[in-house]
T-cell receptor, first 113, second 115 residues
Framework: NAGVTQTPKFQVLKTGQSMTLQCAQD?????MYWYRQDPGMGLRLIYY???????DKGEVPNGYNVSRLNKREFSLRLESAAPSQTSVYFC????????????FGSGTQLSVL | GENVEQHPSTLSVQEGDSAVIKCTYS??????FPWYKQELGKRPQLIID?????GEKKDQRIAVTLNKTAKHFSLHITETQPEDSAVYFC??????????????FGKGITLSVRP
């Protein structure tokens, strides 16, 4: 039981490049989330998926897209990376009826040059 | 929307002393308040939570108290140990169980425990 798995762990991009962050959970959770963490800013929600087939914007969605591929997988795509997207990205999941109890992945450290 | 603030932003205590971390929230409809601990380079992990129908909750050396009237809640750590050194995030949500609730996080407090 691996919990929430994110790939890659580290990534360096040039401005304008695109990439997809992958996330998978094996806990049969319904809801999945993408957060970004910046120094002094806490955890800010980018997008979330309450259940398979649905996605919604969070607090800071601009510059990102998401896909809930199936119940297990939720990916985050940067179409044209910008230096302002340099951050640590965390995927999380939660169980139906316990949407507040988040289980986080180990994070992806992304640098955009 | 909900606004969660944490005070202070950093806290340093001597090993064995107690630490208190405070958070305030703005939405009086918020009814669930978790605390997450993030050790350096690690993922955030839930350590304790409280619902609005409870005033205090304890789990070994940690406790959380809630004052709904003043809209603030606090994390109390007794007999601090070096492994308590971490960033602590408070959060709040007004969602009902099963509803599309989303957590709003504070900016985090860095706790340092001096040996």
């Amino acid at each position: 039981n691996a919990g929430v798995t994110q790939t890659p762990k580290f990534q360096v991009l040039k401005t304008g490049q695109s990439m997809t962050l992958q996330c998978a959970q094996d806990m049969n959770h319904n809801s999945m989330y993408w957060y970004r963490q910046d120094p002094g800013m806490g955890l800010r929600l980018i997008y979330y998926s309450a259940s398979e087939g649905t996605t919604d914007k969070g607090e800071v969605p601009n510059g990102y897209n998401v896909s809930r591929l199936n119940k297990r997988e939720f990916s985050l795509r940067l179409e044209s990376a910008a230096p302002s997207q340099t951050s640590v990205y965390f995927c999380a999941s939660s169980l139906r009826g316990q949407k507040e109890k988040l289980f986080f992945g180990s994070g992806t450290q992304l640098s955009v040059l | 929307g909900e606004n969660v603030e944490q005070h202070p932003s950093t806290l340093s205590v001597q090993e064995g002393d107690s630490a208190v971390i405070k958070c305030t929230y703005s939405d009086s409809a918020s009814n669930y308040f978790p605390w997450y601990k993030q050790e350096l380079g690690k993922r955030p992990q839930l350590i304790i939570d409280i619902r609005s129908n409870v005033g205090e909750k304890k789990d070994q050396r940690i406790a959380v108290t809630l004052n709904k009237t003043a809209k603030h809640f606090s994390l109390h750590i007794t007999e601090t140990q070096p492994e308590d050194s971490a960033v602590y995030f408070c959060a709040a949500t007004a969602g009902e169980a099963g509803a599309n609730s989303k957590l709003t996080f504070g900016k985090g407090i860095t706790l340092s425990v001096r040996p």
